[in-house]
């Protein structure tokens, strides 16, 4: 008998039947070689539409270092988000498919020189910065540009911590708040990230308590800050389910109404979840090998070509096209690197030399991760 991929209640309880679906149709149609990453195009659609949904006075800036593909940016465009970027390269994508200035931000604290000269000429207007350096930088490039600080929040429980690079401490936050006002800046607000593939709902309340003492702390020192921006961190489903969107927005929203003013401008910058569950990576099994007591199996696509949250510990759903027997495998890329491991004691059917394996919740922070190490070619996104 033939082999054929082998779909069960471990993969639509991560991704929703009808993008299994459409991806299914896609492959039966399609004459196209894979590699390839195929993005649900509906899918990426209600999720953008429901995020922040819940949040007055919102305004979702979608993080395009999540899948900067410039097709699915224009379906993200098309809704009327706005977007979060930190480089003359995801500038230009931006420009190149006609999103107005007005409609992006910066949320990167510490931007380079080639960036500040490109923002400068299409006019954004709304930075984030954690340095005085940072603010000096803003006057000479930037002057009168909107600012919020970024302040460190605890990333306990976020299955890709962002905290340490960036972000400052209350009192410096203040301080930095007033010296921006003094150098001709406009402080408007603050923001935090809670770490990426956040899978615990109360970091977002350490961060708004956090972010409401400063608050306060300005409103004594003389400025009244309007924007709240809360940055990215909302999970999506890999291996295990995480809370949903709509719970982790009911509770945001139930504590800022609660400790912020009413006019309290929200901007929210989600990347993951926007395209992560709507990605289905798609590739084939180039080899089979016993080595010692390890069964591993070598796909087309690793760590280098899309894969590259897997060594930070991010783990995959696999279909396979593979016999009904199982077998626990070590899963690796195509290159001859040995960091190009992608999941160990993965059980998987067995497949065959060239059989399909398909990748759940690739949507995000593959194809924008990819490098073409060791000669393979960065995957297509094809959108569906
Ligand atoms: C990466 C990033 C985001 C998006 O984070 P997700 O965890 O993908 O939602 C948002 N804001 C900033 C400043 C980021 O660096």
Redesign the pocket.
């Known amino acids: 008998m033939k082999n054929r991929l082998r779909i069960d209640k471990t993969h639509t309880e991560i991704v929703p039947r009808s993008v299994i679906r459409r991806a299914m149709k896609f492959l039966k149609t399609s004459e196209l070689e894979p590699p390839y990453l195929l993005m649900d195009k509906a899918r990426v659609k209600s999720r953008a539409r429901s995020i922040g949904k819940k949040i007055k006075n919102s305004t979702v800036f979608y993080?395009v270092?999540?899948n900067s593909d410039v097709e699915v940016l224009k379906v993200i465009n098309r809704m009327g988000l706005g977007f979060?970027i930190?480089s003359e390269g995801e500038l230009a994508v931006l420009a190149s498919i006609g999103v107005e200035p007005e409609r992006i931000i910066t949320?990167?604290p510490i931007k380079s020189f080639r960036f500040l000269r490109a923002a400068a000429e299409y006019g954004l207007t709304y930075f984030?910065f954690d340095s005085k350096d940072e603010v000096r930088k803003l006057r000479d490039y930037l002057p009168g540009s909107n600012v919020y600080v970024r302040l460190v929040v605890p990333n306990e429980g976020s299955e890709?911590p962002?905290s340490k690079k960036f972000g400052v401490e209350l009192d410096e936050a203040e301080e930095l708040l007033l010296y921006a006002k003094k150098k001709g800046l406009n402080p408007i607000g603050l923001?935090f990230?809670v770490g990426?593939?956040?899978t615990n709902i109360y970091n977002w309340n350490s961060a708004l308590d956090k972010a409401k003492i400063l608050w306060d702390r300005m409103e004594k020192a003389g400025i009244r800050l309007t924007v709240l921006n809360i940055?990215?961190?909302?999970p999506i489903r890999y291996t295990k389910n995480v809370v949903d969107i709509q719970s982790i927005d009911r509770n945001i929203s139930g504590l800022i109404s609660e400790k912020f003013p009413k006019k309290t401008r929200v901007f929210i910058?989600?990347?993951?979840?926007v395209v992560g569950d709507a990605g289905i990576y798609v590739s084939r099994v180039a080899g089979k090998a016993s080595r010692g007591d390890e069964d591993w199996l070598y796909i087309e696509v690793g760590v280098f070509n899309g894969l590259m949250e897997s060594i930070g510990g991010i783990r995959y759903r696999y279909i396979v096209e593979g016999a009904k027997h199982t077998k626990k495998w070590t899963l690796t890329g195509p290159s001859c690197d040995s960091m190009d491991v992608i999941d160990r004691d993965v059980v998987l059917p067995e497949p065959e030399i060239g059989s399909l394996i398909l990748i759940l919740s690739s949507g995000?922070y593959t194809m924008s991760y990819a490098s073409e190490f060791n000669g393979f070619a960065i995957p297509k996104t094809i959108l569906i």
């Open positions: 993080a270092k999540a979060e930190a949320s990167n984030a890709w962002l923001t990230h990426s593939q956040c940055g990215g961190g909302y910058e989600p990347g993951r979840a995000a």
